[in-house]
């Protein structure tokens, strides 16, 4: 998908970068065709981490909460049923397959 991405971008635009726990298992790395647009469209990529904004959190909590209540933002999970289930489903968290969050209830309560 990223280089779909680069292939069109804008001048000056920028992409953020995280979770790419699905290219963690790969021995041979997706190749880039597109990766030439970053120079003459002077592209940015920055890596984040969710913890380079703890400070933030509390305020972004609030606003998400609201936005749920309001039926702006809805997420989806990929629900899989009992423990026995857990290795599949992580097998294919790491190779793309889920959608969403990925999930794994082991008892209903």
């Known amino acids: 998908?990223?280089?779909?991405?680069?292939?069109?971008?804008?001048?000056?635009?920028?992409?953020?970068?995280?979770?790419m726990v699905s290219l963690h298992s790969l021995s041979d790395p997706q190749k880039l065709h597109n990766l030439y647009n970053l120079i003459p469209k002077r592209i940015k990529i920055q890596g984040f981490l969710q913890s380079d904004y703890l400070e933030s959190f509390p305020h972004f909590l609030e606003?998400?909460?609201n936005y749920y209540r309001q039926g702006k933002i809805v997420y989806i999970e990929d629900m899989n049923e009992g423990l026995e289930s857990a290795p599949?489903?992580?097998?294919g968290l790491f190779s793309g397959k889920n959608?969403?969050?990925?999930?794994i209830r082991v008892a209903h309560q």
């Open 1 to 19: 998908m990223l280089d779909a991405a680069l292939g069109n971008m804008r001048v000056f635009g920028r992409i953020a970068a995280c979770g």
């Open 88 to 91: 599949s489903a992580l097998v």
């Open 99 to 103: 959608v969403g969050k990925q999930v």
């Open 63 to 65: 606003h998400v909460t």
